[in-house]
């Protein structure tokens, strides 16, 4: 759950924070994402002119290593100045359209002709789809994925094409089992992505809680927690004028910036680890203490506080109203 407003938290992240050229990739045919970063008018366009994933991935599907994904990409998405300028971030955006699902549809027949078994169909498809994806390679900075609620094709070749998956969840009486299936799920095709679960819309109930806790302690954490805050669905409508962090985001900036650190830090975590398993030399992992302190988990929970301070009497302000 929450897909979206993770994806816009990141892309606005590392656009913002990290001063990087981001890709985003909708691969939900509901679009959401699509809708956050270009607004109704310029997804329509997009959708018209044949710019969506869908269209990419039927035109692609004869040669899916040499295809041009700029003729799909939408170029200066977003509605936020960097701050203390007038000049955008650079993201850019591949949108989503209903017509994914029937792209599915097609290439599942397209397939179904030439593999002995469905579970040949889907692991071809699953590749092209990757090989794809992977063609941004070296383009971008960073690639964002929006994968589509469940287990489609797009998302299981979106999995396979990516080299970290962050996976957002509602803490839920339902959640522990959804996310040890899906973790399972994932180990048996061989998917090579490192996976974080991410709890999102987080309340401060005690239920909640003890099922973070459960998933933290069998699939590790990220080392903070998205709460259920309308500063963070007011930040996923997009604006037809083009806004300040403050004025885009309010109280929840600091939500997007500790996310951003947050996921750096896992990376260079798992970096590090891969190279300890290898024997290799770990001199170009910051040790320092400086470092230690900066980006420690306790560091982090201390940051996440004071962010559910700065937003705890968020409900009872005025939202922001955007047209878009």
């Given at each position: 759950m929450g897909k979206t407003t993770i994806t816009m938290m990141l892309a606005y992240g590392f656009a913002l924070y990290g001063n990087k050229k981001v890709l985003i990739i909708d691969l939900d045919a509901q679009a959401s994402s699509?809708?956050?970063f270009l607004g109704a008018e310029r997804w329509l366009k997009a959708k018209s002119d044949g710019r969506h994933a869908g269209d990419m991935f039927i035109n692609a599907f004869g040669d899916d290593k040499n295809i041009d994904i700029s003729n799909f990409i939408v170029k200066d998405g977003g509605d936020v100045y960097l701050s203390g300028t007038q000049t955008k971030p650079h993201i850019d955006v591949i949108p989503s359209s209903s017509e994914l699902d029937d792209t599915e549809r097609g290439m599942l027949y397209m397939m179904s002709n030439s593999k002995p078994t469905l579970e040949e169909v889907f692991f071809e498809i699953e590749q092209k789809v990757a090989n794809i994806i992977r063609t941004a390679?070296?383009?971008y900075d960073v690639v964002l994925l929006d994968c589509p609620p469940g287990l489609s094709c797009a998302a299981?070749?979106?999995l396979r094409s990516a080299d970290y998956a962050v996976i957002p969840y509602t803490p839920d009486p339902t959640a522990e089992d959804n996310i040890r299936s899906l973790m399972r799920n994932i180990a048996l095709r061989d998917i090579?992505?490192?996976l974080c679960p991410l709890a999102n819309r987080v309340t401060n109930s005690g239920s909640n809680q003890l099922v973070i806790s459960a998933i933290e302690d069998e699939f590790g954490s990220l080392g903070l927690q998205i709460p259920s805050k309308q500063a963070l669905v007011n930040a996923n409508q997009y604006s037809?004028?083009?806004?300040?962090?403050?004025?885009?985001?309010g109280p929840a900036r600091v939500l997007i910036e500790n996310l951003h650190?947050?996921?750096?830090?896992?990376?260079?975590?798992v970096a590090a680890s891969e190279t300890v398993e290898?024997?290799?030399?770990?001199s170009d992992y910051p040790q320092n203490s400086t470092?230690?302190?900066a980006y420690s988990d306790d560091y982090l929970d201390e940051q996440y506080d004071n962010s559910l301070e700065s937003l705890h009497d968020l409900d009872e302000e005025p939202s922001y109203e955007y047209n878009g």
């Amino acid at each position: 759950m929450g897909k979206t407003t993770i994806t816009m938290m990141l892309a606005y992240g590392f656009a913002l924070y990290g001063n990087k050229k981001v890709l985003i990739i909708d691969l939900d045919a509901q679009a959401s994402s699509s809708l956050c970063f270009l607004g109704a008018e310029r997804w329509l366009k997009a959708k018209s002119d044949g710019r969506h994933a869908g269209d990419m991935f039927i035109n692609a599907f004869g040669d899916d290593k040499n295809i041009d994904i700029s003729n799909f990409i939408v170029k200066d998405g977003g509605d936020v100045y960097l701050s203390g300028t007038q000049t955008k971030p650079h993201i850019d955006v591949i949108p989503s359209s209903s017509e994914l699902d029937d792209t599915e549809r097609g290439m599942l027949y397209m397939m179904s002709n030439s593999k002995p078994t469905l579970e040949e169909v889907f692991f071809e498809i699953e590749q092209k789809v990757a090989n794809i994806i992977r063609t941004a390679k070296g383009k971008y900075d960073v690639v964002l994925l929006d994968c589509p609620p469940g287990l489609s094709c797009a998302a299981w070749g979106g999995l396979r094409s990516a080299d970290y998956a962050v996976i957002p969840y509602t803490p839920d009486p339902t959640a522990e089992d959804n996310i040890r299936s899906l973790m399972r799920n994932i180990a048996l095709r061989d998917i090579e992505a490192k996976l974080c679960p991410l709890a999102n819309r987080v309340t401060n109930s005690g239920s909640n809680q003890l099922v973070i806790s459960a998933i933290e302690d069998e699939f590790g954490s990220l080392g903070l927690q998205i709460p259920s805050k309308q500063a963070l669905v007011n930040a996923n409508q997009y604006s037809e004028e083009t806004l300040s962090p403050y004025m885009k985001f309010g109280p929840a900036r600091v939500l997007i910036e500790n996310l951003h650190e947050a996921t750096l830090h896992w990376i260079q975590r798992v970096a590090a680890s891969e190279t300890v398993e290898k024997g290799e030399e770990t001199s170009d992992y910051p040790q320092n203490s400086t470092y230690n302190e900066a980006y420690s988990d306790d560091y982090l929970d201390e940051q996440y506080d004071n962010s559910l301070e700065s937003l705890h009497d968020l409900d009872e302000e005025p939202s922001y109203e955007y047209n878009g």
